[in-house]
């Protein structure tokens, strides 16, 4: 390829990238919008039939009183390590080898 020939190349590319671009965007723009099919009434709907706006919740929340939970705060120094549960290893922060032998000719 010459040189005169790449670069005529080079000035139209960025060119065909544009127009690629446009009419990408075109399509996107022409095409209908989506619209969700409508459910069938046979499918069964798997979170149960569900209230609307309209009708009144079918039980109360239950309610919480500040300091009525029945739990103990504890200090995290004194927490329990429960039996099974892994801990954290505890590492002296330094690697577990040597320092690297100097190379032949290194004073």
Excluded: C, N, Y
């Excluded at 127009?19 to 399509?27: E, I, Q, R, S």
């Excluded at 969700?36 to 009183?65: I, N």
């Amino acid at each position: 390829m010459s040189p005169s020939l790449a670069h005529a190349a080079l000035l139209w590319f960025p060119a065909i990238l544009a127009l690629l671009l446009l009419v990408f965007v075109a399509a996107i723009v022409r095409s209908p919008a989506w619209t969700p099919s409508p459910a069938s009434p046979d499918a069964a709907d798997p979170l149960g039939p569900r209230q609307t706006g309209d009708e009144p919740p079918t039980g109360p929340l239950p309610r919480r009183v500040v300091g009525q939970s029945g739990r103990i705060a504890r200090d995290p120094g004194e927490l329990p390590f429960r039996p099974g549960v892994v801990r954290a290893p505890r590492v002296s922060g330094a690697p577990p080898w040597g320092p690297a032998p100097k190379p032949p000719g290194v004073p």
